[in-house]
């Protein structure tokens, strides 16, 4: 109401001021007590968009199929938490699509491991299948112009394709928003080598003299520690002076909680140092919001035998989903699920910026893997229409009985048992 009033006397107040000006100063009075409300203007990064429901800076996974059903990819400054499958073979496969996706997209990459080597990981990278992602090609020299006309017709292409430009510069980022990767094929080194990557490798981070429980600690406070200066020397952190360009840190970690980080969630029902991966998860949140980074990271929660403990490490997550595998499972001889490799649960989905969370259309989701692709589907649709193709393909019954019993007429046993009267009867009538 301040306002208001403040709008209304000043409007009141103009033809008073205005005795002795000229129409063209009054008309500029009048319109300069007004300014339009514009929009700030979004941080433009390549691989980005922001979201339809809440603004948030949102970014690929790699699988446009979970894309969807996170509403429309990750938020920056989130964490994705999936539950590692037995084997952890569909769930290491994801995080490389994550990983392959901020290469394609030329984000910097945080990769932590406590098993395998990073580069290792970096190395099974899939390849991408699409044509905006630009490989390094040697530039054409001119021809002479004595050479024979049967070399200069060796080659021939499309007169509309001539005049286009030779690819000279190395790996360009792609602008769009969601890549599709040939899981069949690893990534060139040229490509994975023009990302710049951060590795972090348990092994050369925690010496062998250290004691059983400081090596619980120091594991995860190594791991905080190191992504941490990450983030404040490359710039990452918001509250770091605007630049000219700002780029995404995505940040992978491979099988958190197990026994190769000196955590005991895995070892025991009754974990002793159990707030160690907790109190991680809580820094790392804390970090990432304040940054621009996104992290995904894996569990094995199949051999965490707590569940309020596996509740608590969920809800310190933002995004949580968890991968059944069919293999060594009786599903896995199921013909109805043939078609498919497991099973995939969202556990829980974040509430940004806003009240209501939005929640995927369907639960009943399983994924497969192709022979260059890995999706995620909804099963649940496909076996309606495989329970209504079984119907279809019933044998008829000729007997008269069904119609008996729709009229509401006894039924004998002859009828019951098709007698021959009736058969007889049907065929001279």
């Given amino acids: 109401m301040l306002h208001n009033i403040d709008v209304i006397s000043s409007n009141m107040a103009a033809p008073m001021n205005s005795v002795g000006k000229t129409s063209a100063d009054r008309l500029q009075a009048n319109c300069t007590s007004f300014q339009k409300k514009t929009r700030s203007k979004l941080i433009s990064i390549p691989g980005t968009r922001p979201s339809v429901q809440n603004g948030q800076l949102l970014v690929s996974t790699g699988v446009t199929s979970l894309d969807y059903l996170l509403g429309g990819g990750l938020a920056v400054g989130t964490v994705l938490l999936i539950e590692e499958d037995r084997f952890d073979s569909y769930s290491r496969m994801i995080l490389k699509y994550?990983?392959?996706?901020?290469?394609?997209?030329?984000?910097?990459?945080?990769?932590?491991?406590?098993?395998?080597?990073?580069?290792?990981?970096?190395?099974?990278?899939?390849?991408?299948?699409l044509d905006d992602v630009a490989v390094p090609k040697p530039v054409e020299q001119p021809r002479p112009t004595g050479e024979p006309q049967d070399s200069l017709d060796a080659m021939t292409i499309a007169w509309r394709y001539q005049n286009l430009p030779k690819v000279q510069s190395a790996l360009a980022s792609s602008s769009r928003f969601g890549h599709y990767y040939d899981v069949s094929k690893t990534m060139e080194a040229e490509i994975r080598q023009a990302a710049k990557c951060h590795r972090f490798y348990l092994p050369d981070h925690i010496t062998p003299s250290s004691a059983a429980h400081s090596a619980r600690v120091e594991s995860y406070s190594a791991l905080l520690k190191s992504l941490q200066e990450v983030i404040h020397r490359e710039g990452f952190d918001l509250a770091t002076p605007m630049s000219k360009s700002r780029n995404i840190l995505r940040v992978g970690l491979h099988s958190l909680g197990s026994a190769l980080w000196g955590d005991d969630l895995c070892c025991h029902d009754?974990?002793?140092?159990?707030?160690?991966?907790?109190?991680?998860?809580?820094?790392?949140?804390?970090?990432?919001?304040?940054?621009?980074?996104?992290?995904?990271?894996?569990?094995?929660?199949?051999?965490?035998?707590?569940?309020?403990?596996?509740?608590?490490?969920?809800?310190?997550?933002?995004?949580?989903?968890?991968?059944?595998?069919?293999?060594?499972?009786?599903?896995?001889?199921?013909?109805?699920?043939?078609?498919?490799?497991?099973?995939?649960?969202?556990?829980?989905?974040?509430?940004?910026?806003?009240?209501?969370?939005q929640l995927p259309d369907h639960k009943d989701l399983a994924f497969k893997l192709k022979r260059k692709q890995f999706t995620i589907e909804s099963h649940s649709s496909e076996l309606k229409t495989r329970k209504v193709t079984q119907r279809l393909h019933l044998p008829p019954d000729l007997s008269d009985t069904a119609s008996r019993v729709s009229r509401g007429e006894p039924v004998g046993v002859a009828s019951a048992c098709g007698s021959g009267a009736s058969g007889t009867k049907n065929l001279d009538f």
Wanted: charged share 20%; with cysteine.
């Fill in 270 to 357: 009754k974990p002793r140092h159990s707030h160690a991966l907790t109190t991680f998860l809580y820094g790392l949140r804390a970090l990432l919001r304040s940054s621009l980074s996104v992290a995904v990271v894996t569990l094995p929660s199949h051999l965490i035998q707590d569940r309020a403990l596996m509740g608590n490490i969920t809800r310190l997550c933002d995004n949580a989903i968890a991968l059944e595998s069919f293999k060594g499972s009786e599903r896995e001889t199921n013909p109805l699920y043939k078609d498919y490799h497991g099973l995939l649960f969202v556990r829980q989905v974040p509430h940004l910026n806003c009240l209501a969370r």
């Fill in 98 to 129: 994550f990983l392959a996706e901020g290469v394609v997209c030329r984000h910097e990459l945080f990769v932590a491991t406590a098993q395998d080597n990073p580069d290792e990981i970096l190395q099974e990278l899939p390849a991408p299948i």
